[in-house]
């Protein structure tokens, strides 16, 4: 059997085609466009589909979708995604009207926390907690070998966690959320708050034909022993720290997996996050738990196809 996997990102719509053994079979880009609408874009995307089942046939049994927002997975729906200023957009309903495969959507987060499941964890029953950083936090939650949704299909929005009262701002419109501590754009702005001449920085640390202040530039400076690089560095994992200890002793979980292109920053962040969670008093949680960084850049989109792989054989 295969299953598709979808990554609907505000730029482009990754598409990957796996087998049960989580093996990639092929995979596929194009440019999400979503100012254009939910209707262009899901005709757009079942040409694709369309195409691949022609190629693979009655092996092609299944359609995981993951999406960043407020993801309601009962009915298929987007609530709400910043990412592609979509409200309120049914999208597994008319995919499988145009395609004839059963699709289900979750929280890209969430795909990504399935992906670690199937991929880095063995499928065993266990309990995780998986972070995406990246621009914001995304977080997907496995208790006892289940994806867990809460009572709305909302539950992982650690992100927006407050880990400081009146702290720094957030894009939710809130202040003093995990997100705006450890989300890329809260990082570099804390850079600029601390390093004078953002060009020389450039210069001096970017690898060259790739002059950007960005998180890359960021942890090449830390390498480099630059000490404003370090303390900003320190500063998120201490913050990311703090963060994860509340969600470590609510759920016990087995693993916290980091994924995401802020986790490259690794070896920067994670002393000053390990030492927060070594200073915590109820010790037993943390002695337990085992943290993992994930350098699979592609646990989302296999983790949607296999999500939707696993609900086609709960319905056969």
Request: hydrophobic share 40%; with cysteine; glycine share 12%.
């Amino acid at each position: 059997m295969i299953g598709l996997g979808i990554d609907i990102g505000g730029t482009n719509t990754k598409i990957v085609a796996v087998n049960a053994a989580g093996k990639l079979v092929t995979q596929e880009r194009f440019r999400t466009e979503a100012e254009k609408g939910a209707p262009d874009f899901v005709r757009r995307l079942s040409a694709v589909v369309r195409n691949l089942r022609a190629k693979y046939g009655k092996r092609l049994v299944s359609i995981g979708i993951g999406a960043a927002g407020d993801v309601d997975p009962e009915n298929g729906k987007i609530r709400f995604s910043p990412n592609l200023a979509w409200r309120n957009v049914k999208l597994t309903a008319p995919l499988e009207r145009l395609t004839g495969l059963p699709c289900v959507m979750e929280n890209d987060a969430n795909m990504a926390a399935w992906g670690a499941f199937e991929l880095e964890l063995g499928r065993k029953k266990i309990s995780a907690i998986a972070l995406t950083l990246g621009t914001g936090i995304g977080t997907g939650i496995i208790l006892n070998g289940e994806l867990f949704h809460g009572a709305t299909g909302s539950a992982g929005e650690a992100g927006h966690l407050k880990i400081e009262r009146d702290g720094r701002p957030c894009n939710c419109g809130g202040r003093g959320c995990l997100e705006s501590y450890c989300g890329s754009y809260a990082i570099m702005a804390r850079a600029r708050e601390l390093i004078s001449d953002e060009k020389e920085f450039m210069r001096k640390f970017c690898s060259p034909g790739h002059l950007k202040f960005n998180t890359i530039c960021l942890t090449d400076a830390a390498a480099a022993g630059n000490k404003q690089a370090r303390q900003v560095w320190a500063e998120m994992g201490d913050a990311l720290g703090r963060g994860l200890a509340g969600m470590i002793l609510l759920l016990n979980p087995d693993y916290v997996i980091l994924t995401g292109g802020v986790s490259k920053a690794k070896k920067w962040f994670m002393p000053a996050m390990n030492a927060v969670l070594g200073r915590q008093q109820i010790e037993t949680p943390f002695s337990e738990v085992k943290i993992k960084v994930s350098d699979d850049p592609d646990l989302g989109s296999h983790g949607a196809a296999l999500f939707g792989l696993e609900r086609a054989r709960k319905r056969a």
